[in-house]
């Protein structure tokens, strides 16, 4: 039967999704730690919020 063979499939995928979330996490702190990054997203703010 089928479903006897497939009973760890979802622990294995919420690994598999939760080892992405960290690595785009990791990835998100090495590319905001960049000054050039962190100048541009805070000129985009207050581009924003300067409007009309």
Known sequence: ML???ES???T???AIATL????LAGLLV???RS???RSFL???IR???SLP
């Open 8 to 10: 760890g499939m979802a």
């Open 20 to 23: 992405a979330a960290v690595g």
């Open 30 to 32: 090495v590319i905001l």
């Open 3 to 5: 479903l006897g063979s």
């Open 12 to 14: 294995a995928e919420y």
């Open 42 to 44: 805070l000129n985009l």
């Open 35 to 37: 000054e050039e990054v």
């Open 47 to 49: 581009t924003a919020l």
